[in-house]
Protein backbone atom coordinates (compact mmCIF):
# COMPACT_ATOMS: atom_id res chain seq x y z
CA UNK A 1 0.00 0.00 0.00
CA UNK A 2 1.06 3.27 -0.95
CA UNK A 3 -1.47 5.48 1.06
CA UNK A 4 -1.58 6.77 4.22
CA UNK A 5 -5.33 6.53 5.13
CA UNK A 6 -7.15 3.69 3.32
CA UNK A 7 -9.92 5.13 0.69
CA UNK A 8 -13.62 4.87 1.35
CA UNK A 9 -13.52 1.92 -1.81
CA UNK A 10 -10.82 0.12 -0.76
CA UNK A 11 -12.97 -0.10 3.08
CA UNK A 12 -16.03 -1.26 0.98
CA UNK A 13 -14.15 -4.21 -0.60
CA UNK A 14 -13.65 -5.75 2.66
CA UNK A 15 -16.37 -4.59 4.44
CA UNK A 16 -16.81 -7.09 7.65
CA UNK A 17 -12.55 -5.76 8.48
CA UNK A 18 -11.82 -4.05 10.83
CA UNK A 19 -10.40 -0.81 9.95
CA UNK A 20 -11.09 1.71 12.59
CA UNK A 21 -12.36 1.73 16.15
CA UNK A 22 -15.18 3.80 17.74
CA UNK A 23 -14.51 6.95 16.29
CA UNK A 24 -16.33 8.96 19.20
CA UNK A 25 -13.65 7.47 21.63
CA UNK A 26 -10.01 9.63 22.30
CA UNK A 27 -7.83 6.05 21.69
CA UNK A 28 -5.31 4.78 18.97
CA UNK A 29 -4.48 1.32 18.34
CA UNK A 30 -0.95 0.52 17.44
CA UNK A 31 -0.05 -2.18 15.72
CA UNK A 32 3.60 -3.91 14.44
CA UNK A 33 3.84 -6.18 11.57
CA UNK A 34 6.44 -8.67 10.28
CA UNK A 35 7.92 -9.21 13.47
CA UNK A 36 9.58 -10.65 15.62
CA UNK A 37 12.98 -10.06 15.17
CA UNK A 38 16.10 -9.78 17.30
CA UNK A 39 16.97 -6.23 15.66
CA UNK A 40 14.11 -4.72 15.96
CA UNK A 41 10.97 -6.32 18.30
CA UNK A 42 13.70 -5.62 21.52
CA UNK A 43 13.81 -1.51 21.13
CA UNK A 44 10.22 -1.49 20.38
CA UNK A 45 9.01 -3.63 23.40
CA UNK A 46 11.36 -1.43 25.33
CA UNK A 47 9.91 2.06 24.14
CA UNK A 48 6.52 0.71 24.18
CA UNK A 49 7.36 -0.02 28.04
CA UNK A 50 9.07 3.38 28.47
CA UNK A 51 6.17 4.82 27.64
CA UNK A 52 3.16 2.29 29.42
CA UNK A 53 1.94 1.93 26.08
CA UNK A 54 0.57 -1.65 25.12
CA UNK A 55 0.06 -2.23 21.51
CA UNK A 56 -0.80 -5.15 18.60
CA UNK A 57 1.53 -7.24 17.11
CA UNK A 58 0.91 -9.06 13.82
CA UNK A 59 3.47 -11.62 13.54
CA UNK A 60 4.64 -13.88 10.69
CA UNK A 61 4.72 -17.70 11.67
CA UNK A 62 8.51 -18.41 10.86
CA UNK A 63 10.12 -15.87 12.83
CA UNK A 64 7.99 -16.72 16.01
CA UNK A 65 9.03 -20.32 15.40
CA UNK A 66 12.86 -19.01 14.77
CA UNK A 67 12.67 -16.76 17.97
CA UNK A 68 10.03 -18.41 20.62
CA UNK A 69 11.11 -16.09 23.36
CA UNK A 70 10.93 -12.60 21.13
CA UNK A 71 6.82 -14.26 21.36
CA UNK A 72 6.94 -15.01 25.18
CA UNK A 73 8.00 -11.33 25.41
CA UNK A 74 5.17 -9.93 23.37
CA UNK A 75 2.73 -11.84 25.63
CA UNK A 76 4.54 -11.17 28.75
CA UNK A 77 4.71 -7.98 28.53
CA UNK A 78 0.61 -7.38 28.05
CA UNK A 79 0.80 -6.94 24.12
CA UNK A 80 -1.82 -8.56 21.94
CA UNK A 81 -0.62 -10.96 19.35
CA UNK A 82 -2.11 -12.00 15.90
CA UNK A 83 -1.26 -13.77 12.63
CA UNK A 84 0.03 -12.43 9.65
CA UNK A 85 0.74 -15.64 7.56
CA UNK A 86 3.52 -18.67 7.94
CA UNK A 87 5.74 -16.84 5.42
CA UNK A 88 4.75 -13.50 4.52
CA UNK A 89 2.60 -14.14 1.59
CA UNK A 90 0.62 -11.79 -0.62
CA UNK A 91 -2.44 -13.39 -1.28
CA UNK A 92 -2.85 -12.54 -4.82
CA UNK A 93 0.79 -14.39 -5.58
CA UNK A 94 -1.21 -17.56 -4.00
CA UNK A 95 -4.12 -19.76 -5.12
CA UNK A 96 -6.66 -19.87 -2.24
CA UNK A 97 -5.74 -23.22 -0.51
CA UNK A 98 -2.27 -22.55 -0.42
CA UNK A 99 -2.81 -19.45 1.02
CA UNK A 100 -5.52 -20.55 3.83
CA UNK A 101 -2.46 -23.59 4.70
CA UNK A 102 -0.67 -20.93 5.05
CA UNK A 103 -2.11 -19.58 7.41
CA UNK A 104 -3.02 -22.36 9.34
CA UNK A 105 0.59 -22.99 9.84
CA UNK A 106 1.35 -19.96 11.17
CA UNK A 107 -1.99 -20.41 14.19
CA UNK A 108 0.19 -23.29 15.41
CA UNK A 109 2.92 -20.81 16.51
CA UNK A 110 0.52 -17.72 17.28
CA UNK A 111 -2.60 -18.10 19.53
CA UNK A 112 -4.89 -15.66 18.08
CA UNK A 113 -7.74 -14.93 16.00
CA UNK A 114 -6.71 -11.92 14.81
CA UNK A 115 -5.85 -11.85 10.72
CA UNK A 116 -3.85 -9.06 8.91
CA UNK A 117 -3.11 -9.98 5.73
CA UNK A 118 0.64 -8.58 4.28
CA UNK A 119 0.26 -6.01 1.87
CA UNK A 120 -3.74 -5.79 3.03
CA UNK A 121 -5.03 -7.77 -0.31
CA UNK A 122 -7.20 -10.66 -0.25
CA UNK A 123 -9.07 -12.30 -2.90
CA UNK A 124 -12.35 -11.82 -2.11
CA UNK A 125 -13.17 -15.96 -1.76
CA UNK A 126 -9.37 -15.92 0.52
CA UNK A 127 -11.14 -13.03 2.55
CA UNK A 128 -14.67 -15.24 3.20
CA UNK A 129 -12.84 -18.03 4.06
CA UNK A 130 -10.64 -16.59 6.59
CA UNK A 131 -13.95 -15.24 8.15
CA UNK A 132 -15.49 -18.47 8.19
CA UNK A 133 -12.45 -19.71 9.92
CA UNK A 134 -13.52 -17.68 12.77
CA UNK A 135 -10.38 -14.93 12.26
CA UNK A 136 -11.46 -10.90 12.53
CA UNK A 137 -9.38 -9.47 9.91
CA UNK A 138 -7.39 -6.03 11.04
CA UNK A 139 -6.58 -3.77 8.59
CA UNK A 140 -5.93 -0.28 9.59
CA UNK A 141 -6.72 3.19 9.20
CA UNK A 142 -3.41 4.61 9.18
CA UNK A 143 -0.45 2.60 7.54
CA UNK A 144 2.62 5.25 8.35
CA UNK A 145 4.88 3.57 5.83
CA UNK A 146 7.73 3.17 7.97
CA UNK A 147 9.04 0.20 5.60
CA UNK A 148 9.54 2.70 2.82
CA UNK A 149 13.03 4.27 1.10
CA UNK A 150 11.29 7.58 0.07
CA UNK A 151 10.40 8.49 3.61
CA UNK A 152 12.52 9.68 6.79
CA UNK A 153 12.44 9.68 10.49
CA UNK A 154 10.54 12.61 10.06
CA UNK A 155 8.55 11.68 7.40
CA UNK A 156 6.83 8.84 9.72
CA UNK A 157 6.13 11.58 12.42
CA UNK A 158 4.67 13.66 10.15
CA UNK A 159 2.31 10.93 9.29
CA UNK A 160 1.24 10.04 12.62
CA UNK A 161 0.61 13.99 13.08
CA UNK A 162 -1.55 14.16 9.82
CA UNK A 163 -3.68 11.30 9.77
CA UNK A 164 -3.93 10.02 13.43
CA UNK A 165 -7.60 9.86 14.66
CA UNK A 166 -10.19 8.93 17.34
CA UNK A 167 -10.15 5.52 16.98
CA UNK A 168 -6.96 4.93 14.64
CA UNK A 169 -5.62 2.05 14.15
CA UNK A 170 -2.26 2.65 13.43
CA UNK A 171 0.12 0.45 11.27
CA UNK A 172 4.12 0.42 11.72
CA UNK A 173 6.50 -2.41 11.09
CA UNK A 174 8.84 -4.73 13.17
CA UNK A 175 11.08 -5.06 10.67
CA UNK A 176 14.46 -4.22 8.75
CA UNK A 177 13.34 -2.01 6.64
CA UNK A 178 11.66 0.16 9.18
CA UNK A 179 14.15 0.02 12.34
CA UNK A 180 16.74 2.41 12.01
CA UNK A 181 13.30 5.02 11.29
CA UNK A 182 11.63 3.87 14.11
CA UNK A 183 14.77 4.79 16.54
CA UNK A 184 13.59 8.33 15.97
CA UNK A 185 10.26 8.37 14.77
CA UNK A 186 8.49 5.45 17.82
CA UNK A 187 9.14 7.53 20.81
CA UNK A 188 8.38 11.02 18.90
CA UNK A 189 4.76 9.39 17.68
CA UNK A 190 4.22 7.99 21.11
CA UNK A 191 5.44 11.48 23.28
CA UNK A 192 3.07 13.55 20.25
CA UNK A 193 -0.01 11.19 20.78
CA UNK A 194 0.06 11.18 24.18
CA UNK A 195 0.26 15.36 24.33
CA UNK A 196 -2.75 15.03 21.99
CA UNK A 197 -3.89 13.13 24.96
CA UNK A 198 -4.90 10.33 23.43
CA UNK A 199 -5.81 6.51 25.25
CA UNK A 200 -3.58 3.76 24.38
CA UNK A 201 -5.74 0.54 23.60
CA UNK A 202 -4.93 -3.17 21.91
CA UNK A 203 -7.34 -4.73 19.24
CA UNK A 204 -9.24 -7.45 21.29
Known sequence: M???????????????????????????YLTFDDGPIPE?????????KEYGVKATFFMVGENVKRYPELYRRIIDE????????YNHW???????RNYLHNVDRAAKYIDSTLFR????????????RIIR??????????VTRDYSKLLNAFDIVRNVVLYSRNGSIITFHDS?????????????????????????????
Open 78 to 85: GHQVGNHT
Open 2 to 28: IIEQPSKWLRWIYPRALWRIKPDEHAV
Open 40 to 48: STPFILDTL
Open 117 to 128: PPHGWMWKTTYR
Open 90 to 96: GCMKHLV
Open 133 to 142: KGYKIVMWDL
Open 176 to 204: LKSIEKLKYALPASLRYLKDQGYEFKTIE
